[in-house]
């Protein structure tokens, strides 16, 4: 089972650039979400949706964007990057909301330079 | 407002020894409770959780997790560790909204031979 997978696992970018992170699953989970992981904080949400087509902010969704045309996939996408955009990134899925388990890809790590 | 505390960015055991991982949580509501793990250059995986019911809950590998609501606390345990254990640890709980967990900033565990 492929589970969640995400493309890159790495990227560095100049500031300015954009670019798409690809997240995909294949346990058809409604949930879906993007966090980033920065060194001693835990993971804070970028994005989450409950279905295809409706998406909606975390709690840092500032720099981001998000997409939802299909139950299986999730882009994230980033516009003008920034240093401050250097971190981890995961995207995960559950089949519901609450108290399930949330699957998690490899990861991104991203760089902006 | 929801938070989570894990007490040690850092913690050192030897192999065999007892593993004790420490959260603590603040919450409003009845907490759902999770741990997950970090194995290097992975995502994380849902260790164990708890949503209602007995108060000691047993995980994967041999991990457990007791809820103290008195002490609002979930503490993380295993009789002897292993090489293997060495990851990182993240405790979470269920946010006032569905969708949301809250993180703590990750314990991690260093194993000694």
């Known amino acids: 089972n492929a589970g969640v997978t995400q493309t890159p696992k790495f990227r560095i970018l100049k500031i300015g650039q954009s670019m798409t992170l690809q997240c995909t699953q294949d346990?058809?989970?409604?949930?879906m979400y993007w966090y980033r992981q920065d060194p001693g904080m835990g993971l804070k949400l970028i994005y989450y949706?409950?279905?295809?087509?409706?998406?909606d902010k975390g709690e840092v969704p500032n720099g981001y964007n998000v997409s939802r045309s299909t139950t299986e996939d999730f882009p994230l996408r980033l516009e003008l990057a920034a240093p401050s955009q250097t971190s981890v990134y995961f995207c995960?899925?559950?089949?519901?909301?609450?108290?399930?388990?949330?699957?998690f890809g490899q990861g991104t790590r991203l760089t902006v330079v | 407002a929801q938070s989570v505390t894990q007490l040690g960015s850092h913690v050192s055991v030897s192999e065999g020894a007892l593993v004790l991982l420490r959260c603590n949580y603040s919450?409003?509501?009845?907490?759902?409770l999770f741990w997950y793990v970090q194995y290097p250059n992975q995502g994380l995986q849902l260790l164990l959780k708890?949503?209602?019911?007995a108060t000691l809950v047993k995980g994967i590998n041999g991990f457990e997790a007791e809820f103290k609501k008195s002490e609002t606390s979930f503490h993380l345990t295993k009789p002897s560790a292993h090489m293997s254990d060495a990851a990182e640890y993240f405790c979470a709980v269920k946010g006032r909204s569905n969708y949301q967990l809250i993180w703590g900033a990750g314990t991690k565990l260093i194993i000694k031979p």
């Open positions: 919450s409003s509501v009845p907490p759902y």
């Open positions: 708890y949503t209602t019911g």
């Open positions: 346990m058809n989970h409604n949930y």
């Open positions: 949706s409950v279905g295809a087509g409706i998406t």
């Open positions: 995960a899925s559950s089949p519901r909301q609450g108290d399930t388990e949330a699957f």
